[in-house]
């Protein structure tokens, strides 16, 4: 089991991404924005971060970079999971320190592959 926290603005994501999770045996917690978003990462120290990209205030992008490039939270791997299907956001992501980019809606299988893959599980 794994802690994941989930830095997303959308209410239906979130419960949608929680519910997925949680049947896989996770921990879920989540911040409605980045700012708080890295605040939870810093105190809290998941296992792994699921971040969208278009926030309100700090988007993804400067929110993965704080995060990878902070001491304390660079080795919690962040997956970027955004509506954004262009190549270079998922360059521009991975760029920025994320391990991994999904666009949205991921598959279950696919999802759950990556978070294992990236834990060590698989």
Same mark, same amino acid.
């Given at each position: 089991m794994?802690?994941i926290?989930?830095?997303d603005? /959308?209410?239906?994501d979130?419960?949608?991404f929680?519910l %997925?999770?949680e049947?896989h045996?996770h921990?879920?917690s /989540?911040a409605?924005n980045?700012?708080?978003?890295?605040?939870?990462a810093?105190?809290?120290r998941p296992d792994l971060? %699921?971040?969208d990209?278009i926030?309100?205030?700090?988007n993804?992008?400067? #929110?993965t970079r704080?995060? /990878?490039?902070?001491? #304390?939270? /660079?080795d919690?791997?962040?997956i970027i999971?955004?509506?954004?299907?262009?190549e270079?956001?998922?360059?521009?992501? %991975?760029?920025?320190g994320?391990k991994?980019?999904?666009?949205?809606?991921?598959s279950?299988?696919e %999802?759950?592959?990556?978070?294992n893959q990236?834990l060590g599980?698989?």
């Open positions: 794994a802690r926290l989930i830095i603005d /959308s209410p239906t979130v419960k949608v929680s %997925l999770l049947r045996g921990q879920v /989540s409605p980045a700012e708080e978003g890295v605040e939870m810093r105190r809290d971060v %699921l971040m990209v926030l309100p205030g700090m993804g992008f400067q #929110a704080t995060l /990878s490039r902070d001491p #304390a939270t /660079s919690i791997p962040i999971v955004s509506t954004k299907n262009m270079t956001d998922r360059v521009w992501g %991975l760029r920025q994320a991994d980019y999904l666009v949205k809606p991921p279950e299988r %999802l759950i592959a990556r978070i990236l599980g698989g």
